[in-house]
């Protein structure tokens, strides 16, 4: 026997449903239905737009002393070189990690 509807009836087949005087409605509750009337949700599908950057700290414009192609120690990832550099964000090809993307305060300069 398996879970779910089939397990529920195996249970309670000899006794009475402990819920049958449970209205079911529409499965959506009094949130969502005031959310609906509101108008804040509309049947028109939703266009979802993926971006590759990352956002940057803002006021942080990076080390100065990163720059591509230098090679620099991650305490998790280990020994790495600097492939792009994008504010205080660092994309860094690591010799056993892979490439991963860093916040260049977690790396140092071996």
């Given at each position: 026997m398996t879970g779910g509807a089939s397990l529920w009836r195996a249970?309670?087949?000899e006794r009475e449903d402990p819920f049958?005087?449970?209205e079911r409605g529409t499965g959506r509750g009094?949130?969502?239905?005031?959310?609906?009337?509101?108008?804040q949700f509309s049947r028109e599908p939703v266009r979802i737009v993926e971006a590759r950057a990352s956002a940057v700290s803002i006021g942080n414009k990076g080390r100065s002393d990163m720059t591509v192609g230098l090679r620099i120690f991650h305490q998790k990832f280990?020994?790495?070189i600097v492939a792009e550099i994008?504010?205080?964000k660092l994309?860094?090809?690591?010799?056993?990690?892979?490439?991963?993307?860093?916040m260049d305060s977690f790396v140092s300069l071996p």
């Open positions: 249970n309670w087949s049958a005087h449970v009094p949130g969502w239905q005031r959310a609906q009337s509101s108008g280990g020994y790495g994008e504010g205080n994309e860094i090809d690591f010799e056993t990690a892979g490439r991963k993307r860093v």
